[in-house]
Nanobody
């Protein structure tokens, strides 16, 4: 059964850093497009970062230069390094994969305080 499990969320002060991890199972990870989305209360879910199977990385403009997505095909993990966090980054962060079908993790909360 395909599954994505996130970890690494928490509470951090503005300007701080967090590293999110997503462990995948039950998918052909090296062929999957992997990514991170986020959803804040009352707002639509938005794409944060995407890692393609070919090695490309794509970011929403608001995190460009602050966040870095990396993947480890041997370990079937995708990580999101988040630096210089701001209050507007507060959201539930969800891991996402697409290899034919879409799969979502349950999310991990990131809260940035001023």
């Amino acid at each position: 059964q395909a599954q994505l499990v996130e970890s690494g969320g928490g509470l951090v002060q503005a300007g701080g850093s967090l590293r999110l991890s997503c462990a995948a199972s039950g998918i052909n990870f090296s062929r999957a497009t992997m990514g991170w989305y986020r959803q804040a209360p009352g707002k639509a879910r938005e794409m944060v970062a995407i890692s393609s199977s070919a090695g490309g990385a794509y970011y929403v403009d608001s995190v460009e230069g602050r966040f870095t997505i990396t993947r480890d095909n041997a370990e079937s993990t995708v990580n999101l390094q988040m630096n210089n966090l701001q209050r507007e980054d507060t959201a539930a962060y969800l891991c996402w994969s697409q290899e034919g079908e879409e799969i979502w993790g349950r999310g991990t909360q990131v809260t940035v305080s001023s």
